[in-house]
């Protein structure tokens, strides 16, 4: 999302100043790439690129191809095959072994739904969209419908499907996509000639609430932020709870446990980490979580700690299910020898992230299938 916002961003002033631009977008992936399909990135009718759709490998093709676009006013479907390892044109020797498909689009500023202003839609609100891209392998050289359609959790669709025999299936498909939480490449048939839709899910950014504003949750805010996850802090001291000291926190909080949760906007993508180092409010503050269920709980501190808040907890009659337990993680992060606050952070984000991406989060040295799962095709 964060490269969504920087991308519309950069959109945004290249229109104030009288300037073209062009959205290329990552539509398929055959094999390896550094980016999956959903990597975009802007470009400029002065050469400014924002956002990437590879290593740095493909940008300078691409800006030329863009640029070819911007001429001709006419979207443009191109293949880079990176397992042709004396391929002189993108690079000797990248070693990704795939064939990138890059859809290039350029943007009517006066279409009220063009692929930036239904990329503004998706990620203006925290909640799931599907957004639907269709080309065709078959013939580069027909026109490609590009992004046309978005579908949002609360059932609005902006766009539409040019094809007019096409239309429901496509968009009964994208709100499976939505429903499922999973994106997918379908083929279609239009007129006896191959039609493909990426039905992308787009879901919020992680909504990351740091209870506790010492020193060792700054890194952790910082951290947060180079990732495009959205931050809060709360804490009871509104000495060290300080907006100067969170500059990049889109929400800090002094406030007592009780009353914290009933300031925040919780929802699925929401993740908690306890680390006040103060025993009663840290406890207090999971004694109110655990109800909720949110996806990741991390407690700082040893497992010891843990243990006795859980059984003083119960101690107080609180039932505490074996579905509420799945979610705390104490202590928290994975086990990387951390050591420094910088360090510890480093542990519990990417301890978040594999349990929100269902992954252990293990070596990938050992795992022996794709380190990308192909999207399934029908």
């Not at 002033?13 to 073209?20: D, L, N, Q, S, V």
């Not at 060792?216 to 805010?221: E, K, L, N, R």
Request: net charge negative; proline share 5%; charged share 20%.
């Amino acid at each position: 999302m964060k490269e969504l916002r920087a991308i519309l961003n950069a959109y945004d002033a290249a229109i104030a100043a009288g300037k073209k631009a062009a959205l290329a977008s990552v539509v398929h992936v055959d094999g390896s790439s550094y980016r999956r399909p959903g990597a975009r990135m802007l470009v400029t009718d002065d050469g400014m690129l924002t956002g990437a759709i590879s290593g740095g490998c493909l940008e300078g093709d691409a800006l030329r191809k863009a640029m070819l676009v911007l001429s001709q006013q006419q979207s443009k479907l191109v293949t880079y095959d990176t397992r042709d390892e004396d391929d002189a044109t993108i690079g000797i020797q990248l070693g990704c072994a795939g064939v990138i498909q890059v859809l290039f689009e350029p943007i009517d500023a006066s279409h009220p739904h063009n692929p930036m202003n239904l990329l503004r839609k998706a990620i203006a609100e925290r909640r799931p969209s599907v957004l639907v891209t269709l080309f065709s392998t078959s013939n580069k050289r027909a026109t490609q419908p590009g992004t046309c359609l978005l579908v949002e959790a609360d059932g609005a669709i902006s766009g539409a499907i040019p094809f007019v025999d096409l239309r429901e299936r496509i968009t009964e498909d994208a709100q499976t996509a939505l429903n499922d939480a999973s994106g997918t490449f379908i083929n279609y048939e239009h007129e006896g000639k191959p039609v493909t839709a990426f039905i992308e899910y787009l879901e919020p950014p992680v909504s990351l609430v740091i209870v506790g504003a010492g020193n060792d949750a700054i890194p952790m805010m910082q951290m947060a932020d180079i990732l495009g996850w959205e931050v809060r802090v709360i804490d009871g001291r509104n000495t060290h709870a300080r907006p100067e000291r969170f500059t990049a926190a889109c929400q800090v909080l002094v406030s007592k446990p009780e009353q914290a949760l009933e300031q925040l906007s919780i929802d699925a993508h929401t993740v908690f980490v306890l680390m006040t180092h103060n025993y009663q409010y840290d406890m207090a503050m999971l004694k109110a979580l655990l109800p909720l269920q949110p996806r990741y709980i991390g407690v700082l501190g040893p497992k010891k700690k843990l243990g006795r808040m859980l059984n003083e907890i119960a101690a107080a009659g609180i039932t505490i299910t074996e579905g509420q337990l799945q979610q705390v993680y104490g202590p928290t992060g994975l086990e990387i020898g951390a050591e420094t606050p910088e360090e510890i952070a480093l542990s519990i984000l990417s301890e978040i992230k594999a349990v929100l991406s269902g992954k252990p989060g293990g070596s990938l040295r050992y795992k022996k299938e794709p380190i990308h799962t192909t999207a399934h095709r029908k």
